[in-house]
């Protein structure tokens, strides 16, 4: 038989809302990858695992407080389920305490087999859970979300855009911001003229090393204005 190749880099996702799955994930780049099979997605119900009558995942926090927390039984037969001993991929909980995502943890993923993502809901999950089975917290910026979903989309978005095959042109991962520990320069396209704003002229001279050197300039420029922690690091 003469099979397709496995998906090199599978993502597997808990969740209290597996119909949230793909989303946007379905549609433009990520999407069109995913249907060729250059990558994988299941969205595991977390419910499934739970064993109570009600089924219930979540439960009220010890010492009190408002809230309900995620129940680190029922969360540990989950995740086992899904990444059994013996699946080397990262298994990440997406948390605003964790550590902020960035280009260079996109880049090590990439590298990898996928990725296990935990999704919280409610006030969080069960500290344990986090011990327990090794979790690393990624937080995808300092705000609050009402869940997780939406953050494990942002992840796997960043990392399948750069899986070998899914963008058009090779290196058109490279140039952008961050990878350079710069933001981008500007960009232009047709028409020449726009409501009487013009391209600058060194884009139009046909002078590559010209070319490159202004982008770079106003890459600088730009991210001294905006980001001047970037060039500090
Ligand atoms: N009580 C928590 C927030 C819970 S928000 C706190 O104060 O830290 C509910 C869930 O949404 C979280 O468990 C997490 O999975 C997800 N979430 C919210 N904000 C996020 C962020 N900035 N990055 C990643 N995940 C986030």
Wanted: aromatic share 6%; proline share 7%.
């Amino acid at each position: 038989m003469t099979g397709a190749a496995p998906p090199r880099f599978r993502a597997s996702i808990l969740t209290l809302y597996p119909e949230m799955f793909p989303g946007p994930l379905g549609a433009s780049l990520a999407g069109r990858a995913l249907g060729e099979g250059l990558w994988s997605l299941e969205a595991h119900d977390i419910r499934a695992h739970a064993t109570s009558k009600h089924r219930n995942v979540d439960d009220t926090p010890a010492g009190g407080g408002p809230g309900m927390v995620m129940r680190a039984d029922v969360l540990g037969r989950a995740i086992d389920a899904v990444a059994p001993e013996g699946d080397t991929r990262p298994r990440l909980f997406m948390s605003p305490r964790g550590k902020p995502l960035d280009q260079r943890r996109v880049r090590a993923l990439v590298e990898g087999e996928g990725v296990v993502i935990l999704c919280g809901r409610f006030e969080g999950v069960d500290e344990r859970v986090i011990e327990g089975r090794s979790l690393e917290e990624v937080s995808i910026g300092d705000y609050v979300l009402s869940g997780g979903e939406l953050a494990a989309m942002v992840l796997v978005d960043a990392v399948v855009r750069l899986l070998p095959g899914v963008m058009g042109a090779t290196d058109s991962g490279t140039e952008e911001s961050f990878e350079s520990g710069l933001l981008e320069y500007p960009h232009y396209t047709r028409p020449r003229e726009w409501e009487g704003r013009t391209i600058p002229e060194v884009l139009l001279s046909g002078d590559h090393a010209a070319i490159a050197r202004w982008r770079r300039a106003e890459a600088e420029r730009i991210t001294r204005l905006r980001r001047p922690d970037l060039l500090d690091r």
